[in-house]
């Protein structure tokens, strides 16, 4: 998951990246349980930044 952000360019400012990165792998796990592909509302976002 650490890759796939960098490699996007997720990066914001720092602070909260470690807890979407976990929040992130949770959604794809429970995901994947439910036997679904992710989707726009599986979006994670930190607050502070709009785009």
Do not use: F
Request: glycine fraction near 8%.
């Amino acid at each position: 998951m650490q890759e796939a952000w960098l490699e996007i360019d997720v990066a914001q400012c720092g602070y909260c990246q470690p807890g979407q990165i976990m929040t992130a792998v949770a959604k794809v796990r429970q995901a994947a349980a439910d036997g679904r592909e992710i989707n726009d509302t599986d979006e994670i976002r930190c607050g502070t930044y709009r785009s």
